[in-house]
C-alpha cells in the first residue's frame, strides 16, 4: 500500500481525459488499494485516477458514515434518473479548503466494473449519487468549481497558486536549515 501525492488546481494535469480500462488486472487492484488509502488519509469520500497523475478511468467511493464501505469503480458511466436536481456544497482534494454549491442530478442510473472486472449495474442517489458524478467529471477533466462563476474560480486559483508558492518556499527553508546543521555536524567530527 502506498500513499499517492495529490495534484491541486489549477495542475494543468487535472485536465487531461482518462482512458478506458481494457483488462482489471492486479496492476488496477493495486492502483485502486492505494487510492483508498491516500483517500481514507486525506480523509476524503471520493477519488478519481486523474488525481493522482494516473489517466485512467478508475474511482474509489466511500459516503459511509463508519468509513468502511469502499467501492471501486472500474469505466463507470452514468445517466439520471429523473429530472429533478439537487444542490449539495462539494469540496475536492485537488482544491483543498475550498467548498460551494453544485447542482447534481438526484438521482442516477450508474454502470461500471467492480474491483473483479464483473459489470455492475445499480441506482445511485443521496451523497453517492454526487459523489459519482463528481468522481466521472475528473475522468473527463472537469472540476466542481468549473461549475461556478469565473470570478470565484479566478479567486479560488489566486488563493491556491499563493499557497503552492509558499508550500515551495517552507520546504526550501526546511532544506535549508537541515543542510546547516548537517555542516555542523560535519564540522565537529
Ligand atoms: C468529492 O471530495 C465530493 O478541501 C469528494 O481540505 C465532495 O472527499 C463528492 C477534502 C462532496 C460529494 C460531495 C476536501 C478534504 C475532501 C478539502 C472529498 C479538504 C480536505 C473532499
Ligand atoms: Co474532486
Not at 462539494?90 to 460551494?100: A, I, N, Q
Not at 445511485?124 to 461556478?148: M, P, R, S, T, W
Not at 469565473?150 to 497558486?161: G, H, P, Q, V, Y
Request: aromatic residues 6%; hydrophobic residues 40%; charged residues 30%.
Amino acid at each position: 500500500m502506498a500513499l499517492l501525492p495529490i495534484l491541486e488546481f489549477p495542475d494543468p494535469r487535472l485536465r487531461k481525459i482518462a482512458v478506458t480500462v481494457d483488462t482489471v488486472t492486479d496492476d488496477i487492484r493495486k492502483l485502486a488499494q492505494d487510492m483508498l488509502e491516500t483517500m481514507y488519509a486525506a480523509p476524503g469520500i471520493g477519488l478519481a485516477a486523474s488525481q493522482i497523475n494516473v489517466h485512467q478511468r478508475v474511482v474509489v467511493i466511500d459516503v459511509s458514515e463508519e468509513g468502511d464501505d469502499p467501492r471501486v469503480l472500474i469505466n463507470p458511466s452514468w445517466e439520471p434518473l429523473s429530472n429533478e436536481m439537487h444542490q449539495y456544497q462539494e469540496g475536492c482534494l485537488s482544491v483543498p479548503e475550498f467548498y460551494d454549491d453544485v447542482e447534481r442530478h438526484s438521482k442516477i442510473q450508474l454502470s461500471a466494473l467492480n474491483e473483479h472486472g464483473e459489470p455492475i449495474s445499480e441506482v445511485a442517489e443521496g451523497l453517492f449519487a454526487v459523489c459519482i458524478q463528481h468522481e466521472l467529471d475528473h475522468l473527463n477533466g472537469k472540476l466542481f468549481i468549473d461549475y461556478l462563476s469565473r470570478l470565484k474560480r479566478e479567486r479560488i486559483r489566486k488563493k491556491l497558486e499563493k499557497k503552492h508558492r509558499d508550500d515551495i518556499k517552507d520546504a526550501l527553508y526546511e532544506a535549508k536549515v537541515k543542510a546547516q546543521e548537517q555542516a555542523k555536524l560535519d564540522a565537529q567530527a
